[in-house]
């Protein structure tokens, strides 16, 4: 028994004691501004703004990008793209489950998965952060038209803007 509670001490000094320890160099948070025209219809978001739910855009794992602009109706993501570098990307109908732009307005639905009609182009021009960071912040351009799963019904996105603010 006396070695038992000794054993529990001991582990628990230890799981206070890397909890304390935390990352002495963390990656940093910003705020983000995105904003687009879906069908001409202005939307934008800031991080931390009202009825914004997010407002992020960033590389993380290496390579993997991924765009949240949503409040508590609408919501446009691009999901998982490879992103290595600054540059231009595509997305198309090909897309997956892993890697996919969407537009959600209410009820009605968007996306390049499963649409081969779907296209979309994003251009990543600053990158903040080293490539060692877990998640690294973006800033750049989108636009691309996306198309309904029966392929009847698409949204414009245009004018498609990601800043960096803080």
């Known amino acids: 028994m ?14 206070i ?6 990352d002495d160099n963390p990656t940093p948070t910003y705020k983000q501004h995105i904003s687009l025209q879906a069908d001409g219809v202005a939307f934008s978001v800031t991080t931390d703004g009202v009825d914004v ?10 390579n993997k990008f991924q765009l949240d602009a949503t ?13 290595p570098n600054t540059g231009n990307y595509v997305m198309n109908g090909s897309g997956t489950v892993f890697d996919f732009a969407q537009w959600e307005d209410g009820p ?33 351009t989108f636009s691309g038209v996306l198309y309904n799963n029966t392929q ?3 949204v414009i996105i245009t004018n498609g803007q990601i800043h960096i603010i803080d």
């Open 108 to 140: 009605a639905l968007f996306s390049s998965l499963g649409s081969p009609k779907s296209h979309f182009t994003f251009n990543i021009s600053n990158i903040a952060g080293s490539p060692s960071d877990y998640v690294r912040y973006v800033e750049g």
């Open 2 to 15: 006396k070695n038992n509670l000794l054993k529990t001490i001991v582990l628990f000094g230890a799981a």
């Open 17 to 22: 004691f890397i909890s304390s320890c935390g």
């Open 53 to 62: 739910e997010e407002a992020d855009a960033h590389i993380r794992d290496g």
């Open 152 to 154: 009847t019904d698409s």
């Open 71 to 83: 409040t508590s109706t609408k919501d446009f993501s691009i999901n998982n793209k490879n992103v």
